[in-house]
């Protein structure tokens, strides 16, 4: 039934659906690489789960293709200040051999000589957990560095930015990514489908009733998908029961919760929840196993009922 996990992974490479306008003002801020100058620094925002980091390696991607900007995506969670620069050295081609341990100077030194005034742009990713966000200044100094840093909450995030540096930051810098409606979801998930399972082992309606329970969080619905194959796998069903979707939801977040902790140094596994990447999820499971009972047992009466048709 499952064909392939990758497809099911955040980092598979698919075009992003539904996310015109965010592209494109992202794309904005990183046209001015393509005459061979520094792009806007940007802060993108928005819950988990909602395409923000996808969106900006598929973009970035694209424009290495085209007229081959140099670009990195650093994983914050749990790096120190030297850490971040260290990997922005290792990951531009030009970059010689650095030891992680060496002096914050000499690791600045050798980002410059790596960049030469070239554009590089770098994806701090999981941003809210950056220990020292004095690590921008670094960053900044030298020319034609840019950020794109991706957070959970903004103005907490800007807070903690130093006050001569949140400029570059301003209003038309950052881009909000709101949870996907419905409809969206299912345009989505079902390349997902296509590409990640054998055949179509859905029924009318699932798909609708992922996209429903998980409230708009791509990440929860594609997971919520897989689980509910692994779910179907081992209970030798040769097709998705209403049950496997019902019961796919908290299998799914589980595995979620399970892996963000996982990417965390434990110190900073609080601040993980205090941050909201997780949006409550144990509240949230409450209220979704109650509606997808609720789903389910409407779904069963659609069955039963003459005249009446399935729930979608």
């Not at 434990?266 to 509240?283: A, E, I, K, V």
């Amino acid at each position: 039934m499952i064909e392939s996990q990758y497809v099911f992974k955040d980092d598979y490479p698919t075009p992003i659906l539904h996310r015109n306008t965010e592209l494109n003002s992202l794309s904005r801020a990183l046209k001015p690489t393509g005459r061979g100058r520094r792009a806007e620094d940007v802060l993108i925002h928005g819950p988990s789960g909602v395409g923000k980091s996808a969106s900006a390696r598929w973009l970035l991607r694209d424009l290495r293709q085209r007229w081959g900007l140099e670009s990195a995506n650093i994983e914050c969670s749990g790096k120190t200040r030297n850490g971040i620069i260290h990997e922005a050295v290792t990951k531009h081609s030009d970059s010689g051999v650095v030891h992680r341990n060496q002096p914050r100077d000499d690791l600045v030194d050798a980002l410059a000589a790596a960049v030469d005034g070239d554009p590089y742009v770098l994806v701090l990713d999981e941003a809210d957990v950056i220990p020292d966000l004095d690590v921008l200044e670094d960053l900044f100094a030298i020319e034609g560095v840019s950020v794109i840093a991706i957070t959970h909450q903004q103005v907490e995030w800007l807070n903690r930015v130093d006050r001569d540096l949140r400029p570059h930051f301003h209003g038309e810098s950052q881009i909000e990514f709101r949870k996907y409606g419905g409809d969206e979801l299912v345009d989505i998930l079902e390349p997902r489908v296509e590409h990640g399972l054998t055949g179509d082992p859905t029924q009318s309606g699932h798909l609708e009733w992922i996209a429903d329970e998980t409230g708009g969080v791509a990440r929860w619905a594609i997971k919520s998908v897989l689980s509910a194959a692994e779910l179907a796998l081992e209970r030798n069903h040769d097709h998705f029961h209403d049950e496997d979707i019902a019961d796919s939801f908290e299998h799914a977040m589980q595995k979620i919760r399970k892996a963000n902790l996982r990417s965390l140094p434990l110190p900073h596994q609080p601040l993980r929840s205090l941050h909201g990447n997780s949006r409550n999820w144990t509240t949230v499971l409450r209220h979704d196993r109650s509606r997808a009972s609720r789903f389910r047992l409407g779904r069963i009466r659609s069955r039963v009922e003459p005249g009446c048709e399935a729930a979608d």
